[in-house]
């Protein structure tokens, strides 16, 4: 398994086939399709076709996905980490992390997750900006996001349809003054 970047406490990797199951669950969990956009399951032929094309680079496939795992147990994956809408010419993706399992949430794995992506981002993709939306309810994601430097941009009133009513969104963004 090769890693691709960590600290001392996370590390973000390619997919692994090992990882079906772990996706499986993840995209077919209705309590986030709202966060993902999903509007029906995914198959497991599908999913394995997306690891099995997942070693394209992100200038090919405008996206890339992590796997977040501890360090002291790298085969274990507790969530994910997304860029998409990579944008070459304007150097900029916007962000998406899930930490799956509510047993591994409010363990600082998203913090960490999201501090080695961003040191990623700036440093080696040479990024100028990432971006990310987030619903207006969900303080524990605008929290997340604002203690890592993110600043609110934008607000999409009314964005999200849910089964019971529409949502305002959130826009923000992190600069790279470097």
């Given at each position: 398994?090769?890693?691709?970047?960590?600290?001392n406490s996370v590390q973000l990797r390619g997919l692994e086939p090992e990882d079906l199951e772990f996706l499986y669950e993840c995209e077919n969990n209705p309590e986030i399709w709202n966060v993902s956009n999903t509007l029906a399951p995914y198959?497991?032929?599908?999913?394995?076709?997306?690891i099995e094309n997942s070693h394209h680079d992100i200038y090919t496939n405008k996206q890339l996905r992590l796997i977040i795992s501890d360090t002291e147990k790298p085969e274990v994956a507790v969530g994910a980490i997304d860029l998409f809408d990579f944008d070459p010419y304007h150097l900029r993706a916007g962000v998406g992390i899930l930490v799956h399992d509510e047993a591994?949430?409010?363990?600082?794995?998203?913090?960490?997750?999201?501090?080695v992506l961003i040191k990623y981002c700036f440093k080696h993709l040479h990024l100028h900006q990432l971006y990310c939306n987030i619903a207006i309810d969900?303080?524990?994601?605008?929290?997340?996001?604002?203690?890592?430097?993110?600043?609110?941009?934008?607000?999409k009133t009314e964005?999200?349809?849910?089964?019971?009513?529409y949502k305002t969104e959130l826009m923000f963004?992190?600069?790279?003054?470097?």
């Open positions: 398994m090769k890693l691709l970047v960590k600290n198959s497991k032929y599908i999913l394995r076709q997306y591994n949430r409010r363990k600082g794995y998203a913090k960490e997750a999201l501090k969900n303080c524990q994601s605008i929290s997340l996001f604002e203690k890592a430097g993110f600043v609110k941009c934008g607000e964005w999200i349809k849910t089964d019971e009513e963004q992190l600069v790279n003054k470097n």
